[in-house]
């Protein structure tokens, strides 16, 4: 392993326990402010911070503003996703709604494949539904009867359809980048977002009593601002310069796992163990998906 990839590895390592912390906080937070008022205010600070980062790295270019319905077309989907996100873990266990996140790989490639024509290996075909088995295992609460009757839980179906325009988003974000540097096109994409959230959820945010919120939701708020946003985006455009985007992909199967060692940490009891072999199946997908393949190459 080259000290580049090593150093790609370490940085979606990071990332993945990152991400899984806005799980475990968000459960605690999500019945105590509205998702439209959460995400609103989220997305103005994280704007903030990419903002301050590309005026640093030389403002942002005037081709970069041609087009700007782009930026409103990812927002819809990047905003749709949050805002269900938060929605859904009123009621699903942040374990479950972690395990959805799993799904997004699958959900990604299928949509790559409408939006880019990107196809995907055999291995890489085994490695996904193996993670999606793990995930759904999870969802299901380890129990047969609920995947018979497919009992799922209103909040893990609200979530799903999140993980649909995330998964939709991602491929989109290639389709429409006109060479913009990550950092602007991301900056386009948050301050669009942040327009939305506020014209939307105007009446949330003025009823929102901000003076009364409970501590969790201002760490909750900081936390996916700073570090579930501009510290994750980061991370991620450091990997994707040093690794395969097939490896890249891989560590969104560690989210589960990261989420109940932040429950543990939290304070939440460990879940059963029959729903840990669920767990196992997507570390598992994480492995196969790591392994080194001669044919690939870093994007």
């Known amino acids: 392993m080259t000290p580049a990839s090593r150093q790609g590895h370490l940085a979606m ?13 968000g459960v605690r937070a ?11 205010l989220r997305f103005w600070i994280a704007a903030a911070i990419i903002g301050t980062i590309v ?7 005037h081709a970069a503003l041609n087009a700007p319905w782009r930026y409103v077309v990812l927002a819809v989907f990047f905003t749709t996703y ?6 859904g873990l009123k009621t699903a266990p942040s374990v479950s709604a972690a395990a959805i996140f799993t799904l997004t790989p699958l959900l990604t490639a299928g949509f790559g494949w409408l939006l880019l024509g990107q196809g995907v290996t055999p291995r890489m075909t085994v490695a996904l539904t193996i993670g999606a088995l793990g995930a759904l295992w999870v969802i299901f ?17 609200i979530y799903f359809v999140g993980c649909i325009s995330h998964a939709v988003y991602t491929p989109l974000v290639r389709k429409l ?36 919120l409970p501590a969790i939701v201002w760490v909750t708020v900081f936390y996916t601002a700073i570090f579930a946003s ?10 994707t310069l040093r690794l395969p985007a097939s490896k890249v992909m891989a560590y969104t199967y560690l989210t589960p796992f990261w989420v109940i060692l932040w429950n543990g940490v939290l304070g939440a009891a460990f879940p059963a163990g029959a729903i840990v072999v669920g767990v196992i199946l997507t570390i598992v997908a994480l492995v196969l998906l790591l392994r080194d393949d001669g044919n690939q190459t870093a994007p």
């Open 141 to 157: 609460r380890a129990d047969l009867q609920a995947v018979l009757k497919f009992d799922v839980g209103r909040g893990e179906l």
């Open 55 to 61: 005026m640093l790295r030389g403002g942002i270019p």
């Open 30 to 40: 999500a019945n105590d402010i509205h998702p439209l008022a959460l995400n609103a």
């Open 230 to 239: 501009a510290a994750t985006f980061t991370l991620l455009q450091f990997s």
């Open 177 to 212: 980048n006109r060479g913009e540097s990550a950092f602007v096109f991301t900056l386009g994409t948050l301050v669009a977002g942040a327009v939305i959230l506020t014209a939307v959820g105007w009446s949330a945010l003025v009823a929102t009593d901000w003076a009364a």
């Open 13 to 25: 390592l990071l990332f993945s326990v990152l991400v899984a912390g806005s799980f475990a906080l």
């Open 82 to 87: 949050f805002v269900l996100m938060f929605e």
